[in-house]
């Protein structure tokens, strides 16, 4: 019985995380993250920027330090996303690992750290300068939503019982 809910919370781990990644994917992508209510239907995303609906498809450069890094912890927290999920994976459909049930549990919990923390862009002169509002905009909703999966996917990494040992089994 207890094999049985395991892999169906695994399951559902491996599920979220894939969604709580594309949401990631669609935010990083986007170029409606803030809307500056003072420049005409201008918008930024992480790394692209639109006007009146339009995304412009290159890459815009800032020096802006909270942007930069706003950049860099969406990355990480992609990428530790991803390693969690991985490790999930591989204990369900291989072998119970060592302090695998820590290692995931952190890995989470920096995902969705970090993904909060990317919510920084918000501090940026930009959105600071006197006179200029950066409203929450569609790929907010993206980075929200991923960071609940994370969160959720945690908190269900606590209540999986951990898989039979079967690298021990000869």
């Known amino acids: 019985m207890c094999n049985a809910i395991g892999n169906f919370f695994r399951l559902i781990i491996i599920a979220a995380t894939a969604g709580a990644l594309t949401l990631s994917v669609f935010a990083s992508v986007s170029c409606e993250l803030v809307e500056y209510n003072d420049s005409g239907g201008l918008t ?3 790394f692209f920027r639109g006007i009146d609906g339009n995304c412009a498809s290159e890459y815009y450069e800032t020096d802006d330090p909270v942007i930069n890094g706003a ?3 969406l990355i990480i927290s992609m990428g530790a996303g991803f390693i969690a999920g ?3 994976l591989f204990e369900w459909l291989f072998c119970e690992i060592c302090c695998a049930g820590v290692l995931e549990g952190l890995a989470f919990m920096a995902a969705w750290m970090l993904g909060a923390a990317s919510f920084m862009f918000y501090g940026s002169e930009r ?3 006197e ?5 929450f905009y569609d790929a907010s909703g993206y980075m929200t939503g991923a960071c609940i999966l994370y969160v959720g996917c945690n908190i ?3 209540f999986t019982p ?3 040992p079967l690298c021990s089994k000869k």
Do not use: D, I, S
């Open 156 to 158: 269900l990494l606590c």
């Open 162 to 164: 951990q898989p039979e």
């Open 131 to 135: 006179g200029a509002e950066c409203t």
């Open 127 to 129: 959105c600071t300068q």
């Open 86 to 88: 991985v490790m999930v």
């Open 71 to 73: 950049r860099t912890v």
């Open 44 to 46: 930024y995303g992480f």
